[in-house]
Nanobody
Framework: QVQLVEAGGGLVQPGGFLTLSCATS????????LAWYRQAPGKQRELVAQ???????DYADFARGRFVISRDRFRKTIELQMNNLKLEDTAVYYC??????????WGQGTQVTVSS
């Protein structure tokens, strides 16, 4: 019933930019913390950024100042604007909707490759 679908990944050169989008359906959108995670080969999945229902956002150190997470309450999407991309940003990026007293949901992931 609940579905999260990422889009916008691809190949980009260092210093470039990408905007990821996560379309949601079947979700009580406004009560969930919405987040972006990423996982590179051989590494653990890590939080990139998250936005709480009240609008407060948290960023990983590597993302702060370069990435921006936003919640579109009309389209019910989660976006991640990524600027000044680096080689180490290469990973599969996942969107997630979490809630302490409800089920958590994950998208299927979208590949971001930063290469010259």
């Amino acid at each position: 019933q609940v579905q999260l679908v990422e889009a916008g990944g691809g190949l980009v050169q260092p210093g470039g930019f990408l905007t990821l989008s996560c379309a949601t359906s079947g979700l009580v959108f406004d009560v969930y913390t919405l987040a972006w995670y990423r996982q590179a080969p051989g590494k653990q999945r890590e939080l990139v950024a998250q936005e709480r229902p009240g609008g407060n956002s948290d960023y990983a150190d590597f993302a702060r100042g370069r990435f921006v997470i936003s919640r579109d309450r009309f389209r019910k999407t989660i976006e991640l604007q990524m600027n000044n991309l680096k080689l180490e940003d290469t990973a599969v990026y996942y969107c997630a909707a979490t809630h302490q007293y409800r089920d958590n949901y994950w998208g299927q992931g979208t590949q971001v490759t930063v290469s010259s």
